[in-house]
Antibody, heavy 121, light 111 residues
């Protein structure tokens, strides 16, 4: 059974940093691209970042480019999102999501339950 | 503003059918058969319901179906049930980004 469990969310001050983790189980992580998707309060879903199975390619939304870094450790079955220079606009529930073998199809077939990030002073 | 346009809300009675539209451009919905639909019950993990316009993952009820015409994709739910009440999001490949794009979401109310 595929399971994705996010952690690392919390309250952080504007300008601060946070590192999210996603523990994956039930599949071979290195085979699949992985993504982070967020949902701000009262808003829809926003695709934040994605990374190829090997970790050699990473992609970012313009809204987080230069501030967020996605990474993965396939040996630990883990996905990460390092978030720096956080602002109130980054307040959201962050979801870890598994892609299919072909990233180009942009399909997210399994999702975690999310971790809440609140940026506030 | 979301890249794909969905109605904010739709509603239907149990047993009825409803359709949710998702309108994009030739750079996304209209140009590629990589449209997905997700069901999201607040507080829970989103769930993939339809991929590649009209394919259902294993375990998804055949009451859910997808289609596309031009720049508009559609999700149809037949035989509405109370548990179908949720938010629904479309998503698509887009040539304008290395990431996918989502619609703004549609809240389905089962009356």
């Amino acid at each position: 059974e595929v399971q994705l469990l996010e952690s690392g969310g919390g309250l952080v001050q504007p300008g601060g940093s946070l590192r999210l983790s996603c523990a994956a189980s039930g599949f071979t992580l290195s085979t699949y691209a992985m993504s982070w998707v967020r949902q701000a309060p009262g808003k829809g879903l926003e695709w934040v970042s994605a990374i190829s199975g090997s970790g050699s390619s990473a992609y970012y939304a313009d809204s987080v480019k230069g501030r967020f870094t996605i990474s993965r450790d396939n040996s630990k079955n883990a996905l990460y999102l390092q978030m720096n220079s956080l602002s109130a606009e980054d307040t959201a529930v962050y979801y870890c999501a598994k892609g299919t073998v072909t990233y180009a199809k942009r399909i997210l077939d399994y999702w975690g339950q999310g971790t809440l990030v609140t940026v506030s002073s | 503003q979301s890249a794909l346009t969905q109605p904010a809300s739709v509603s239907g009675s149990p047993g009825q059918s409803i359709t949710i539209s998702c309108t994009g451009t030739t750079s996304d919905v209209g140009g590629y058969n990589y449209v997905s639909w997700y069901q999201h019950h607040p507080g829970k993990a989103p769930k993939l319901m339809i991929y590649e316009v009209s394919n259902r993952p294993s375990g998804v009820s055949n009451r859910f179906s997808g289609s596309k015409s031009g720049n508009t994709a559609s999700l149809t739910i037949s035989g509405l049930q109370a548990e179908d009440e949720a938010d629904y999001y479309c998503s698509s490949y887009t040539s304008s980004s290395t990431l996918g794009v989502f619609g703004g979401g549609t809240k389905l109310t089962v009356l």
